[in-house]
């Protein structure tokens, strides 16, 4: 059986992402792609990396008809997703790629992203998106939202740990480096090439970092307590890929352990052998996840890093995978591609 999908906000880099990992999933077709500012386009024309697939032109998303669509991606702006995905038919099954519904608490969403929720009776039904820690809620959900691309990173290194008291929980460090599509695709003097390239930058420092309320919402609710990582992100001049570094109290042997035992069966997030150490350049353009653990020089204290494609597995490969399982597929399906290297 195939089933027919839709993708709203397709002229944006993680709705790229999808057309190209769907393009070869023996389960979906691309029945509807939604952009209203480049509507009537075809997505040669905007993406003409895609040129070889025959798919539908970009529409606005108010003139598709969604009563044969099976599963809708939602790969819009924050604020706006919640308006557009409110407006949708209540039995359409949705993956949400933005930050509207991550946050369980309405309140919590007004005070980290500046506006009241829009749609707080559907964020009561959404499930959190992190596949391998929401997988049976996932599979019977309407509405998945998916998680921040530096939240997923992080919480790899972490979640397992926290959960089993490897780590004290009042002493994390999370030191993450990202690649410049995580910003999305709207032009910024900041983002652009001359001013990007050949530096290296702090920002969101402090306690202004949006994904910081994924990380204490969900390792709070873990421990049982309020947990409120120390986190800093960079950006790197790179395209893709997220390396977070997380500086822990702990037994580092142990963690080890506690990290190759959660993640034995998972077929995307892979804990390489003790002391080896992850790099983005070994997920570039895939759904996996790398995760090394080393000792650090200082006894009882441990270094656990993180990498993974922002725009696969922290965002398009992992709401390919959810979908996967909303429509009773393969999880793996359509997301065993190798990584692209050099």
Known sequence: MTHKIAILGASGYTGAELVRL???????EIAALGANAKAGQSMSAVFP???????????????????AIDLCFCALPHKTSQEVIAALPRDLRIVDLSADFRLRDPAEYEKWYGNPHAAPELQKQAVYGLTEFYRDQIRNARLVAGTGCNAATGQYALRPLIAAEAIDSDHIVLDMKC?????????????LHAELSEGYHAYAVGSVHRHMAEFDQEFSALAGRPVAVQFTP??????????????VHGDAAQIHRVLTEAYADEPFVHVLPYGEQPSTRHVRGSNFCHIG??????????????????????????????????????????????????
């Not at 690649?179 to 983002?191: K, Q, T, Y």
């Not at 960079?234 to 500086?247: C, D, K, V």
């Open 22 to 28: 769907i393009a070869t999933h023996p389960g979906l």
């Open 179 to 191: 690649a410049v599509s995580g910003a999305g695709r709207s032009l910024r003097e900041n983002l």
């Open 49 to 67: 990396h895609l040129r070889h697939l025959d798919l539908p032109d970009l529409r606005k998303i108010d003139e598709i008809d969604f009563s």
């Open 293 to 342: 653990v080393t000792a650090d020089r200082a006894p009882g204290r441990a270094i656990v890093i993180a990498a993974l494609d922002n725009l696969t597995k922290g965002s398009s490969g992992q709401a390919l995978q959810n979908a996967n399982l909303m429509l009773d597929l393969e999880e793996t399906t359509g997301l065993m591609l190798a990584p692209c290297f050099p």
């Open 234 to 247: 960079h950006l790197m001049p790179a395209n893709r890929g997220i390396l977070a570094t997380s500086y």
